[in-house]
């Protein structure tokens, strides 16, 4: 059983930086997928960034400003934040598959890290 456990959600000004963590219960192949997703109050979840062996693509609201990766010495799937935006406020959650992120199926969902961009 896999169980993500996300941090490094925090409160920032518009134009800083947050990484975020999300520690693994196990080891979870690299040819599996792990990704991030945002849900802000009031909206539908949306993904942010993911990844297996083959690919990595980031949702449109991503690109060129946050950048997705593992720690493979800590188990652990990272998202580093840059120039963050009001607009990125909402609950970070970490997801991982037993499957390719072409199939965009994830059975193993976090509880969720908060970030808050103030603008």
């Known amino acids: 059983q896999v169980q993500p456990v996300e941090s490094g959600g925090d409160s920032v000004q518009a134009g800083g930086s947050l990484r975020l963590s999300c520690r693994l219960s196990?080891?979870?192949?690299?040819?599996?997928?792990l990704g991030w997703f945002r849900q802000a109050p009031g909206k539908e979840r949306e993904e942010i960034a993911v990844?297996?062996?083959?690919?990595?693509n980031y949702g449109d609201s991503a690109k060129g400003r946050f950048v997705i990766f593992r720690d493979y010495h800590k188990e652990a799937l990272l998202l580093q934040m840059n120039k963050l935006k009001p607009e990125d406020t909402g609950m970070y959650y970490c997801?991982?598959?037993?499957?390719?992120?072409?199939?965009?199926?994830?059975?193993?969902w976090g509880q969720g890290t908060q970030v808050t961009v103030l603008g």
């Open positions: 997801a991982a598959s037993r499957d390719y992120c072409w199939r965009r199926q994830f059975d193993y």
């Open positions: 990844m297996d062996a083959d690919t990595t």
């Open positions: 196990t080891y979870i192949s690299t040819k599996f997928c």
